[in-house]
């Protein structure tokens, strides 16, 4: 089975920067994925590591070490409409089948 | 450009009564996924056909079915939705399997049970 953690809720203020910690256990882990989901909506792809080491891509950056089983999310400069939930995936390698964490439901405030 | 498309947007059946919600794709990928969503909790996987062949996940109950006619559309069917069935029903395609591929997901159905 996969066990995929993160904190359930987390709040920051526009214009700071928030980190989003996963944490998993998997077998054949084969990459770990970030998805944004506003209320009512579907997810939207963020990011994709399967190295260890930092990606960045603008305001998000996403970090991942597999000896450890841990990824974070980086949101800098943030703005009132990254308020959302942001979903921790893993993705194993047979079956190409992924399975998301509870989210972390980031609240902006002005 | 929609890519992957939900219909409808939100469904109200009664309880008991067989609903269908539909996924069209315009991808031409060979992985198509269902998930439910309930409120608040993560996204969790039903099923997924790849090509024709279809992969059921073990705690998917049998109140829900699945159909994929070609490549392009795929069914979900509840045969007799309850209350605990109300949830966000998303679909996802992927190119292939084996791929550490990202999905792409439709807008998703809420579905309210009566």
């Known amino acids: 089975g996969q066990n995929i953690d993160q904190p359930t809720e987390m709040t920051a203020t526009e214009g700071a920067i928030v980190q989003i910690n996963c944490t998993y256990q998997?077998?054949?882990?084969?990459?770990l994925f970030w998805y944004q989901q506003h209320a009512g909506e579907a997810p939207t792809f963020l990011s994709y590591?399967?190295?260890?080491g930092l990606e960045e891509k603008g305001r998000f950056s996403s970090f991942l070490s597999r000896s450890k089983g841990y990824s974070y999310l980086l949101l800098k400069e943030l703005q009132m409409k990254d308020s959302a939930s942001y979903l921790c995936?893993?993705?194993?390698?047979?079956?190409?089948?992924?399975?998301f964490g509870g989210g972390t439901r980031v609240l902006v405030k002005p | 450009d929609a890519m992957v498309i939900q219909n409808p947007r939100y469904q109200v059946t009664q309880f008991g009564k067989p609903v269908t919600l539909s996924c069209s794709q315009t991808?031409?990928?060979?992985?198509m996924y269902w998930y439910q969503q309930k409120s608040s909790q993560a996204p969790k996987l039903l099923f997924h056909?790849?090509?024709?062949?279809?992969?059921n996940e073990a705690d998917t109950p049998d109140n829900f079915q699945s159909r994929r006619p070609n490549t392009s559309f795929c069914f979900l069917d509840i045969r007799s939705p309850g209350l605990g069935d109300a949830a966000m029903y998303l679909c996802a395609t992927s190119r292939d399997p084996g791929e550490s591929e990202k999905l792409f997901f439709g807008s998703g159905t809420q579905l309210s049970v009566l």
């Open positions: 995936a893993v993705i194993k390698a047979a079956g190409n089948k992924l399975t």
């Open positions: 590591n399967v190295l260890d």
């Open positions: 991808l031409n990928h060979n992985v």
């Open positions: 056909y790849y090509d024709k062949d279809f992969n």
């Open positions: 998997t077998s054949g882990f084969n990459g």
